[in-house]
């Protein structure tokens, strides 16, 4: 694919060599337990990262911690395993200050959405030049089985052996919340699904979050099974495409409307004048439908899960150029800064 399709990365250096999926590998064992989802997103990721033409010393992995935060050691890039919920405040730094880095964050739903929920917020909202890729296992995999933030309610854990009691968070209400400009969700069974949403996160100028749906094994296993069984995945899930009527189901006998008070329901197609099925809008400015599918799936069920991508504008543009550019606009007109007046100013004192 031409590097033509990601006007985002047009300030990255190109690679004069045409890389595969294997060049992104490293020489490091990949520990994970067997079967653990992460293994086919790291494969998803590897045989994506090629598309892009960047060379891969203009590339970096920030993660957090967690058993998705070992990600760095599996990419031969440049990477960092960071601190717990800190990896969208260490990837801002990077991002805004390296316009010629392709700056992703891996994170898991423990790590993004409890410790570290202010600071992802916080990216989002300013629309910085990452695109984060948070592994959703509704689970603490990594110390062994708690309740995480999405959890479902009355879920049975050790640290809950009665049920949770909270609610859970949804991470696509979350970002569009704090008006993330490019929100997606995916499967980590789906690989074709997958890389297609990472192509048009890769595309996209500004923060791109995508939710991925991640089992783990071993502490919560079949998370995310009634969207992944053949038998009741098509009725389950609603695949987003844009411009076209959000129609769903293995017969494509469901849709989505918007019922008399304004709110989004998912009717029979039989029921329905065909023009009152919803044609969804992914370049919406305003994120209300958006937000509106991301609250019709059911947390025990799981029935009606939108899949596919959420929200992609670009009316807001991305806090890392509008600060290089204000840094840039300072120098041609004041000339560099001098770090030791700086340091040695008016604004000191001395403790006696």
């Avoid at 599996?74 to 990837?91: E, K, L, W």
């Avoid at 990216?123 to 509704?138: D, E, Y």
């Avoid at 009717?267 to 992914?282: G, K, N, R």
């Avoid at 890392?320 to 008016?346: C, F, K, T, W, Y």
Wanted: negative net charge; proline residues 5%; charged residues 20%.
């Amino acid at each position: 694919m031409s590097t033509d399709a990601f006007p985002a990365l047009s300030l990255i250096p190109k690679s004069e060599v045409e890389l595969k999926a294997k060049d992104f590998k490293t020489d490091q064992e990949v520990r994970w337990c067997p079967g653990c989802g992460d293994y086919a997103i790291l494969a998803a990721v590897q045989g994506f990262m090629p598309e892009m033409g960047l060379k891969k010393e203009n590339i970096v992995f920030v993660s957090g911690i967690g058993c998705s935060s070992r990600f760095p050691y599996y990419m031969d890039t440049y990477g960092v395993h960071s601190i717990h919920g800190r990896a969208p405040a260490i990837a801002t730094g990077i991002a805004t200050t390296r316009p010629d880095l392709s700056v992703w964050v891996v994170t898991g739903d423990g790590d993004a959405l409890s410790i570290g929920g202010n600071h992802l917020i916080h990216a989002l909202r300013r629309n910085v030049n990452l695109k984060i890729l948070l592994f959703n296992n509704r689970i603490y995999g990594l110390t062994k089985g708690q309740y995480s933030p999405t959890s479902e309610q009355g879920k049975i854990t050790k640290s809950t052996p009665q049920g949770s009691l909270d609610y859970a968070f949804n991470p696509v209400s979350v970002a569009l919340g704090a008006e993330a400009t490019f929100v997606a969700r995916t499967i980590d069974s789906d690989r074709k699904h997958m890389t297609e949403v990472l192509r048009a996160a890769a595309a996209h100028e500004g923060s791109a979050l995508i939710e991925i749906y991640q089992n783990c094994n071993i502490f919560n296993d079949g998370a995310w099974e009634p969207l992944k069984e053949n038998d009741v995945r098509e009725d389950n899930l609603i695949r987003l495409n844009h411009g076209e009527p959000i129609v769903f189901g293995n017969s494509q006998d469901k849709c989505v409307i918007r019922d008399s008070d304004g709110h989004l329901q998912v009717m029979d197609v039989a029921d329905v004048d065909p023009s009152d099925i919803i044609v969804f809008d992914a370049h919406a400015k305003d994120p209300g439908l958006a937000f509106g599918l991301s609250r019709l799936y059911n947390p025990r069920t799981l029935t009606n899960t939108p899949i596919g991508v959420f929200r992609a504008v670009t009316h807001r543009e991305a806090y890392d150029r509008m600060a290089q550019q204000q840094v840039a606009d300072v120098i041609a007109e004041e000339g560099p800064g001098d770090l030791r007046s700086l340091l040695h100013g008016n604004d000191t004192w001395s403790i006696t």
